[in-house]
């Protein structure tokens, strides 16, 4: 009876240094799964003002219509392509967000993190579309 209590204890203390760092692991996970979604909303958020500008421009702007923005695309964003009707945003842990426009986009190159000046022109080939051109 008396040995019983010596073995037991170090057990006990195992098992919850054992549960004490599972909990530790599961807590640092999920805080760096919500920092990562912060950086993506971060980043949509840039994108969404490309989209709301273009969307506008098509609406109720003429051709011809020029327009410069800022947009500033935070460093853990690979890069930022337009194609078509979306905007792909690649971040630098290879998750992709795709967000998309009601009016067609063309742009040539890609933008990368940072301070990026951008001229929105609106064009009309057949239908309208928003060419995007990137400054440094």
Do not use: H
């Not at 530790?24 to 003002?49: C, D, G, H, V």
Request: proline share 1%; with cysteine; hydrophobic share 40%.
């Amino acid at each position: 009876m008396k040995n019983k209590g010596i073995l037991e204890t170090p057990v006990q203390y195992l098992i919850m240094i054992i549960i004490a760092s599972l909990a530790i692991s599961i807590i640092s996970f999920a805080l760096y799964k919500t920092w990562r979604n912060y950086r993506i909303e971060e980043a949509e958020k840039e994108i969404r003002k490309i989209i709301s500008e273009a969307n506008l421009m098509a609406a109720q702007a003429e051709e011809g219509t020029r327009k410069s923005m800022e947009v500033n695309i935070g460093k853990d964003v690979s890069f930022v392509e337009i194609r078509d009707k979306s905007i792909r945003i690649v971040m630098k842990w290879n998750e992709n967000r795709v967000l998309y426009s009601d009016v067609n986009l063309r742009c040539d190159q890609k933008i990368y993190p940072g301070k990026n000046f951008l001229t929105l022109e609106l064009k009309k080939n057949g239908e309208k579309y928003v060419e995007i051109q990137v400054g440094e």
